[in-house]
């Protein structure tokens, strides 16, 4: 049956504004299992993975060696951060975006909103919290992916997979999609005051490593405007802290494969700086909402390795936004400018005034 998961409408209660927040996902447990369910939905997704080959080779690859090796040690890495909040907080990504949803939805008045958490892989799907929605008869949806730098691979990845949903809906809601926020004034401010509490604690270091999750340079040239995203966001962070073009490097970590991804690497940086004669860095990752196995491990440790072996003598990671009070502002602000002709919403609503920036 097409029209699937319907129900008498109830035309005569009142409707609401329907928010999904939506990050990447994570897997259940940090177990060979658990990641292999979660791999591969991933990366069997052609808005992640646009294979050179034949999709049918590509699927025999991935199901008959990726799927079979990679598991096992994503698991180990993934053990090093489960429950990085504390005992019993699990995933650190599902932890922190539980903590958004949250905030957000005691900011949201209830009676005209309902606001749902999804992962575009893993739990909680995307399907389960749309439904979540439908269920408080919800006539508009606003879609925030909570990535701030334009990708098919993440924030196309989510439209796909909310349109595939609202295919099985008879009453379908008006839509709105935040396609991204890379330069937004309030998310650069919000970064600015993170990198300034870092260094009223830290002191500043010789050169701040801005580094993004990479994709591959093919998806460039074939017209993907993350990387300029990142460069963008980039620059207007440097300048709102007044550094100069040898004070920062923007940089791309988590490459995967043989084939050029966008560049310079993160790795590769860190490692060459100590020769140069920058000893002290630190880093950020503008493109993570939510601190996750990439930053925690993979910068926060990995990294940090790479460059001590070269040399480096003092490196620290800056945390990502997270449920800071100044990001929620930011992210209460975006849904703000995308609802507004929905049910006006200003910074004097009552659903605000809680908030107590420091």
């Known amino acids: 049956m097409r029209y699937r998961n319907t129900k008498p409408g109830d035309h005569g209660s009142a409707s609401k504004i329907g928010i999904l927040l939506v990050n990447l996902g994570t897997p259940d447990a940090p177990e060979a299992g658990a990641l292999r369910r979660y791999l591969k939905p991933f990366l069997s997704d052609p808005r992640v993975v646009e294979p050179t080959m034949p999709r049918w080779i590509w699927w025999l690859i991935l199901n008959g060696v990726i799927l079979n090796v990679r598991p096992s040690k994503s698991a180990k890495a993934y053990q090093t951060v489960w429950d990085h909040y504390g005992e019993g907080t699990g995933s650190p990504l599902l932890h922190v975006s539980q903590l958004q949803h949250q905030a957000i939805s005691d900011a949201l008045d209830s009676d005209h909103y309902a606001c749902a958490l999804a992962m575009s892989y893993g739990n909680p799907s995307i399907q389960k919290a749309m439904l979540e929605l439908k269920d408080q008869n919800i006539s508009q949806l606003l879609v925030l992916p909570l990535y701030p730098q334009y990708s098919a691979t993440t924030t196309g990845a989510v439209f796909d997979a909310v349109t595939k949903e609202l295919q099985t809906w008879r009453q379908l809601p008006e839509l709105r999609f935040v396609n991204q ?16 509490k870092h260094w009223e604690i830290n002191g500043q270091a010789d050169q701040l490593i801005m580094s993004f999750h990479g994709i591959p340079q093919r998806y460039l040239n074939n017209g993907d405007p993350y990387f300029c995203h990142c460069h963008k966001t980039g620059r207007l962070l440097a300048e709102t802290l007044g550094l100069s073009k040898e004070q920062y490097q ?5 490459i995967f494969g043989r084939e050029p991804w966008l560049q310079p690497y993160t790795n590769e940086t860190l490692k060459a700086l100590p020769g140069k004669g920058i000893k002290n860095v630190q880093l950020i990752c503008p493109g993570f909402s939510a601190d996750c196995l990439e930053t925690l491990e993979e910068i926060s440790v990995e990294n940090r390795e790479y460059f001590e072996e070269a040399g480096g003598k003092e490196y620290s990671y800056i945390p990502a936004l997270n449920d800071n009070q100044v990001h929620i502002k930011t992210l209460l602000s975006v849904i703000e400018k995308h609802t507004v002709n929905w049910k006006p919403v200003s910074p004097n609503h009552k659903a605000y005034q809680h908030i107590k920036l420091k």
């Open 181 to 196: 926020y890379h330069d937004d004034p309030l998310y650069i401010d919000a970064l600015k005051q993170s990198v300034l």
């Open 250 to 254: 923007v940089t791309f970590q988590s």
